[in-house]
């Protein structure tokens, strides 16, 4: 009996990924800003209807290099439910992790827990966009400019999400995208940057490639986080499939909405305003018990659903909560 597991790659067709690789071959430009990945930017930029968009090794990567590139320093609020990388990134960049609760509905962070949490040390709120369901961000974006705070998105889930009419990763200082072989469009691995800001973008741009300058000099310190031309080709034909790859998530999540709807568990609310890309289908049991019994069930059926986010990511040993996260805890 063949496994269902919580998600699977998209593959493209062979003949096409073939193709390119053909065309990288026949280059012999494997690698370090080569032409597919030029293309990969552009289009991915034209799709989401943005200047630019800094196409980077991973989407950690590209967490880290948004809380570089705007010099953040200090005490970072973030959300107590995500994956792990939105803390460690704070962490491994020198900033103080502080976690905040969750809105229970939505399951994004909530604005009304951040300014209890907010010191003379707070410089950034990065906040999740959680299973692609777009954060409270204007309400979040009035904190930031109420108390001169930088805005970060983790979007890792959110390509193909809009949010009144606009890519919801066009939201915020900086915004970040994770195209690793689990989101729903990918590059095998790979990971985007949006800047709001040219001076910002320009320097995320220098900073994945060691901090050289589009005058060859060392501008400033940086890291390799540069990507491939193969990961840029398989980025490519999947840009192609994305259509098609979303509609057939949005029928599967309407089969699922209409077979579930007597069960007892709920599933997160999206904003209204909101076209959702439908990446995940989330859904939370009344308790621990009916979540563990529907598990065992679904397991031996061969169907592997996981809790993406646990444990809640207050119980890290490296992160601070200043106020209690039950709602988060709860979840998670």
């Not at 494997?30 to 990945?37: A, I, R, S």
């Not at 606009?166 to 900086?174: E, K, P, Q, T």
């Not at 985007?192 to 994945?208: E, F, T």
């Not at 959702?276 to 018990?289: K, L, T």
Request: hydrophobic share 40%.
């Amino acid at each position: 009996m063949r496994k269902i597991l919580v998600t699977e790659p998209h593959q493209p067709p062979r003949a096409a990924f073939q193709s390119l690789v053909d065309q990288i071959w026949e280059r012999n430009w494997l690698t370090n800003n080569g032409p597919l990945v030029r293309e990969l930017e552009g289009l991915l930029a034209q799709r989401l209807d943005i200047p630019t968009l800094a196409y980077v090794a991973n989407g950690t990567l590209a967490l880290q290099l948004a809380l570089e590139a705007l010099d953040i320093r200090g005490d970072v609020l973030t959300t107590a439910f995500s994956y792990v990388a939105t803390a460690s990134s704070i962490s491994w960049q020198h900033s103080n992790p502080v976690m905040v609760d969750i809105c229970p509905d939505t399951l994004n962070i909530d604005p009304a827990c951040i300014e209890k949490s907010l010191t003379p040390d707070t410089t950034c709120i990065l906040a999740t966009h959680v299973f692609g369901n777009p954060c409270d961000v204007h309400a979040l974006e009035a904190i930031g400019r109420k108390h001169n705070l930088k805005i970060i998105y983790d979007g890792a889930h959110a390509f193909g999400t809009t949010y009144l009419d606009r890519s919801v990763l066009s939201y915020g200082d900086v915004a970040t995208v994770s195209f690793h072989s689990t989101k729903l469009y990918h590059s095998i691995e790979g990971g985007g940057i949006i800047c709001n800001d040219p001076a910002v973008a320009a320097r995320v741009a220098s900073m994945r490639n060691f901090g050289i300058d589009n005058q060859g000099e060392i501008a400033m310190v940086g890291i390799n986080a540069k990507n491939s031309e193969f990961h840029a080709a398989m980025g490519l034909c999947n840009l192609k499939e994305f259509d098609l790859i979303l509609a057939t998530r949005q029928n599967i999540s309407r089969i699922y909405d209409e077979a579930f709807q007597d069960l007892p568990m709920v599933r997160p609310m999206t904003p209204a305003g909101t076209s959702y890309n439908h990446a995940y289908y989330p859904v939370v049991f009344g308790s621990e018990a009916i979540l563990l019994e529907t598990l065992a069930a679904m397991n031996a059926q061969n169907i592997f659903p996981r809790r993406y986010f646990y444990p809640s990511l207050s119980s890290l040993p490296y992160v601070e909560a200043r106020e209690s996260t039950p709602v988060a805890d709860d979840i998670a």
